[in-house]
């Protein structure tokens, strides 16, 4: 029972190259979601979707894209890594986006941006 | 915009009870969540709340008054398993909004 999956778990990268996080569910969700989480602090929505082939903004959508092709797969791209998105970033993933369906966090990337 | 305040830090003794409180301001309401989440784990999902009053869950209840804009977590018969962080999140149509948690520290 994988849930949701993230890779890589930890990434450092240069500045102005650029990169995709992977995630991949396997509980046929409709809803699924990036977040980044920077120390000390709460998560902040990047992008959500909320079924395959449409996406939308969050609170903290600048300098990343997102795709929806598939149910299951939600790749987060940093289109040119800036210091600031140095964070941890969290993909989840509900059965729908009402609230009192739980979202299913995978375990994050750990991403260091130099 | 949205905004939501929570205590950065509380400890209580286990076997204690504990309250972790919230209150937000949001331009829209449709509920509110709370999740916990274990150093360098992933946040995991407690409750939800949307409408007023009162979700017990075992140990875990969850409040809400939505005249209020304010909303609490209670722990009961606390375990040192529940040292983590709490965050409450709001529910803006499709968009969650998260505090930035409080860290419970749980002392035998």
């Known amino acids: 029972n994988a849930g949701v999956t993230q890779t890589p778990k930890f990434q450092v990268l240069k500045t102005g190259q650029s990169m995709t996080l992977q995630c991949a569910q396997d509980m046929n969700h409709e809803y699924m979601s990036w977040y980044r989480q920077d120390p000390g602090m709460g998560l902040r929505l990047i992008h959500y979707s909320v079924g395959a082939g449409i996406t939308d903004q969050g609170e903290v959508p600048n300098g990343y894209n997102v795709s929806r092709s598939t149910t299951e797969d939600f790749p987060l791209r940093l289109l040119s890594a800036a210091p600031s998105q140095t964070s941890v970033y969290f993909c989840?993933?509900?059965?729908?986006?009402?609230?009192?369906?739980?979202?299913?966090f995978g375990d994050g990337t750990r991403l260091s941006i130099l | 915009g949205q905004s939501l305040e929570q205590p950065s830090e509380v400890t209580a003794v286990e076997g204690a009870i504990v309250q972790i409180n919230c209150t937000y301001q949001?331009?829209?309401?449709?509920?509110l969540s709370w999740y916990q989440q274990h150093d360098g784990g992933a946040p995991t999902f407690l409750s939800y709340n949307a409408l007023d009053g009162l979700e017990e869950t075992g140990r875990f209840s969850s409040f809400l008054s939505r005249s209020d804009s304010y909303g609490y977590l209670l722990l009961q018969e606390l375990q040192m398993k529940d040292s983590a962080s709490y965050f409450c999140a709001v529910k803006n149509f499709n968009k969650f909004y998260f505090g930035s948690g409080t860290k419970l520290n749980v002392k035998p």
């Open positions: 949001t331009s829209g309401f449709y509920g």
């Open positions: 989840a993933s509900s059965s729908t986006g009402n609230g009192n369906q739980p979202q299913h």
